[in-house]
């Protein structure tokens, strides 16, 4: 008989093993029933069969691929239930004699040659037009990055329950219009580029800096993305976007293992110890940059904040960085497309390019927006900049509210120390507890 501590150790593997393989086993069997949410229940029907079986059996190995076949054995037992093989090769059979000869060909080639990948697949499939943009990203984050509807609505900025609603929705809509989980043909793909793009970079977001739980940072979204980004890139090679969003991502996942401290804490860009940075991610990043600018008639918002992350990428420190450049970039990049964000990270690069105060006025503004109330880099960089003008009771309050509305246990300590600090007129000025820029 298993023990309750081998039972709640099997759970816990069982827990991170579909946190880690979801997305995959989704967007496989997706392709088997042609239907995303029946594909998640199917998905979800696996992880059902393990939490019962593997807490007596053991976790097998690799857990992904058991997880993985028992969903597909389920979808292919219910494609079977609803149709025979001859039925579905008549109709399958119909649809290639019907479609347009040239499209037909453009696609057998891009899926053939390009891209034989089920994530692919799905994530146009998430992104397609019949949906609402804020519906595409929603459940693309929630059937590909594997996050919860919290964390979606973290990466929003919205109230949790729009965001379980935008899901529900998006499926249904998919379901009713019969969409395909298929790649679109290659005329069609610069119509939804727009979408997958600001999708997978969301995705990385998540990874990079976690909206909640104990961990700082989920580096298998982060890698994840990477791997569509690049997907992309060999398919796109002209899209000046695609090459901008993969230099973004890889040039700041090149600091991943220098973002953390011993214990797991977070530790500021200022601080962090630049020989732990990935230098080959960093050629990568601006490898992927110089394609960008070379191809791009004019620069995007990725190609933009690329550029940004290239000057933190080439400075030796933290002082070396070129900070008006940065602040020049930003202001591009708020007329290319403006935002709350953009322009509080605007704040930080003005208040280290020419000083606390004019940074600390650009915060203040940034205070009237909507979008921003709730969010926990507000206080903090509102908090940093009045510290380093030595308004210290000030700092200390902002320090205090950006902790109690961030959902990470890492930036809630984070935040503490630095209201203790500021409490005891000690805050260190290269602390720097602004978000990292971009």
Request: neutral net charge; contains cysteine.
């Amino acid at each position: 008989m298993t023990s309750d501590a081998g039972r709640a150790e099997a759970h816990r593997q069982i827990e991170a093993v579909w946190r880690l393989e979801s997305a995959r086993i989704i967007a496989g069997v997706a392709r088997i029933v042609g239907d995303v949410g029946l594909a998640e229940e199917l998905a979800q029907d696996a992880l059902v069969i393990a939490l019962e079986k593997w807490p007596r059996s053991g976790v097998p190995d690799p857990p992904g691929a058991w997880l993985t076949a028992t969903a597909k054995h389920r979808a292919v037992d219910l494609v079977r239930r609803r149709a025979t093989y001859e039925r579905k090769l008549r109709e399958l059979g119909h649809d290639i004699e019907t479609r347009e000869p040239d499209a037909a060909a453009d696609l057998d080639a891009a899926l053939d040659d390009h891209i034989g990948d089920d994530l692919l697949r799905l994530i146009f499939t998430t992104c397609h037009p019949v949906l609402a943009e804020d519906a595409r990203v929603a459940l693309t984050l929630r059937l590909l990055g594997g996050l919860t509807t919290g964390e979606i609505a973290r990466a929003f900025l919205v109230a949790e329950p729009t965001v379980a609603q935008r899901i529900v929705r998006a499926k249904r809509a998919l379901a009713g219009h019969g969409v395909r989980i298929e790649m679109p043909a290659p005329r069609e793909l610069p119509g939804r580029l727009s979408s997958v793009l600001g999708v997978i970079y969301l995705i990385f977001n998540e990874g990079y800096a976690a909206t909640a739980g104990t961990g700082w940072a989920r580096p298998e979204l982060c890698e994840e993305a990477l791997r569509l980004g690049r997907i992309l890139a060999a398919l796109l090679p002209g899209e000046p976007e695609v090459h901008g969003l993969a230099a973004l991502m890889e040039i700041q996942a090149s600091r991943i293992r220098a973002r953390t401290g011993p214990a797991g804490e977070p530790v500021p860009l200022a601080r962090q110890d630049r020989r732990r940075w990935d230098r080959l991610l960093i050629r990568r990043g601006l490898a992927a940059l110089d394609r960008a600018e070379e191809i791009g008639d004019a620069v995007g918002p990725y190609t933009l904040q690329a550029a940004i992350a290239a000057c933190h990428a080439r400075a030796a420190s933290w002082a070396d960085t070129d900070w008006e450049r940065i602040v020049l970039l930003y202001e591009v990049l708020a007329h290319v497309r403006p935002s709350p964000v953009v322009e509080l990270n605007r704040a930080v690069a003005v208040g280290m390019a020419r000083g606390p105060a004019a940074g600390l006025a650009i915060a203040d503004r940034c205070a009237a927006a909507p979008e921003l109330r709730g969010y926990a880099q507000l206080p903090a960089v509102r908090g940093d900049l009045l510290a380093r003008l030595g308004r210290y009771d000030e700092a200390r309050a902002e320090f205090e509210r950006a902790a109690s509305l961030t959902r990470n246990d890492h930036e809630r300590t984070l935040f503490l120390t630095h209201a203790t600090a500021c409490a005891q007129g000690a805050y260190p000025q290269e602390a720097h507890a602004a978000p990292e820029p971009p």
